[in-house]
């Protein structure tokens, strides 16, 4: 049978943490999966094997598995009865399939056998230079321990044995739903998306919010916004996007405050607005995509006095990151060419000619004494929608 043994990181996976770890890994790639006529998910030793039928191109189903949240590697092979013959078949057909794809390139091999089982008569050297005598004998190829052109893997555990040479590389992090729920300022420009993405990848479920300029400015951002949402949610991680229209919160702030302050403000009316969505989706955290000194709004000062206003955490997981990084970043997850086609930002609505770039909270309650700021608030949630994505399970209370 043609399986995928998908492996994960065990670092943290201590006591009652472990049992939900593997069961949302499991049904997580059971959800990813959904699409794929007669695959099967099953949770072996610490490992979970996905079968995959005969007909199938295994090329997509590895890149959705590698693309999951949790998993470390993913070892194509074969999964075979853990007798001496069938591992010793199965390693001599996996070497013949290595020596086809590689061209005639491979010269030499290894054999790197493990058991997890108990009860398995053979230890691992035994294994290794048993078969690795077979491989040798039957192929032409020499044993090379040091680098091998061909590494044949052979685990077996309790109730089979896996033999594969091909591995690929996961995107690693934990299962969605693992970790709760956040909410994700979500703006249509590159960082914000990427930040979103990588809480998810440690284990969230995300509910994005995005301002736009409506009515001041066209709303093509929310187009582009959606889209953005609609590809961070094909990892099942993505509940819900809300759009609100911000343009006029932002016309009475800049009727109102001083025209160096705006940014701040709106980002600090941004802030109130998102925690009350957070509040009504029980999010424990707010999630934005700043990247210290990237840009005026974003040194400490002014990320200290947006943050006065917030009661929940607010997570920067980009803020130690250079704008390359973060592009390669939008690049590999597919965000990157939706927000460069953006070119609407509500931030830029009113735009000062010289933002402060270090403001005091102080200031900024000055500037809003003659605002109505709950009433602002309230104005922006009551023109906001949401769009719902379909997501690998319920979300669940977070480890720990
Ligand atoms: P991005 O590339 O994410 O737009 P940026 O480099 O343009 O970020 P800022 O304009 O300072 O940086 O915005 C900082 C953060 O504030 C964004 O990453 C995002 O989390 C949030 N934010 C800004 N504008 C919006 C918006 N229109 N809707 C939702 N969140 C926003
Ligand atoms: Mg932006």
Redesign the pocket.
């Known amino acids: 049978m043609r399986t995928a043994l998908v492996h994960y990181h065990e670092i943290g996976l201590k006591g009652r943490n472990r049992g939900q770890f593997e069961r949302r890994l499991e049904s997580n790639l059971r959800w990813a999966l959904r699409g794929v006529p007669g695959v099967e998910v099953a949770r072996v030793a610490s490992r979970v094997a996905v079968h995959i039928p005969r007909d199938t191109d295994p090329s997509s189903v590895l890149d959705t598995i590698a693309g999951t949240p949790g998993v470390a590697y993913v070892a194509y092979g074969r999964e075979v009865e853990r007798t001496p013959e069938a591992i010793a078949e199965a390693a001599l057909a996996e070497a013949h399939g290595a020596v086809a794809r590689l061209g005639g390139s491979a010269g030499t091999f290894a054999i790197d056998a493990r058991r997890s089982a108990t009860d398995h008569d053979e230890t691992s050297m035994e294994m290794n230079r048993r078969v690795g005598e077979i491989v040798r004998m039957q192929t032409g190829l020499t044993v090379d321990l040091d680098s091998p052109d061909i590494t044949v893997w052979i685990a077996v555990v309790q109730s089979a044995a896996y033999v594969w040479t091909q591995r690929c590389e996961g995107i690693g992090g934990l299962p969605v739903g693992t970790s709760g729920g956040v909410v ?12 979103a993405w990588r809480i998810m990848r440690r284990g969230a479920f995300v509910v994005g ?5 409506r009515p001041q400015t066209t709303g093509r ?1 929310e187009h582009y ?1 959606a889209e953005i949402a609609r590809v961070l949610a094909r990892g099942g991680g993505m509940e819900r996007l809300y759009t ?1 229209p ?1 343009g006029e919160v932002q016309r009475r702030i800049a009727l109102d405050a001083p025209d160096d302050l705006r ?1 701040l403000l ?2 600090r009316f ?1 802030v109130r607005v ?1 925690e009350r969505i957070a509040e009504a989706e029980r999010a424990k955290a707010l ?5 210290l000194g ?2 005026a ?2 040194t400490l000062d002014n990320i200290g006095a947006i943050d006065a206003v917030a009661t929940l955490p607010v997570l920067r997981p ?1 803020i130690g990151s250079d704008k390359q990084e973060i592009v390669a970043e939008a690049r590999a997850i597919g965000t990157y060419d939706l ?1 460069i086609a953006c070119d609407d ?3 830029t609505l009113f735009m000062p000619r010289r933002p402060e770039t270090h403001a005091r909270a102080k200031e900024l309650e000055e500037a809003e004494a003659g605002l109505d700021v709950d009433g602002l608030v309230a104005e922006a949630l009551y023109g906001a929608t949401s769009e719902s994505f379909p997501t690998a399970g319920r979300r669940g209370r977070g480890r720990g």
């Open positions: 994700a300022l979500l703006s249509s420009g590159i960082d914000s998306p990427v930040a919010v995005h301002f736009s300029g951002s916004a609100v911000f940014v709106y980002r941004m998102a999630v934005t995509g700043e990247s990237q840009v709004s974003q980009l927000s930002d509500c931030c």
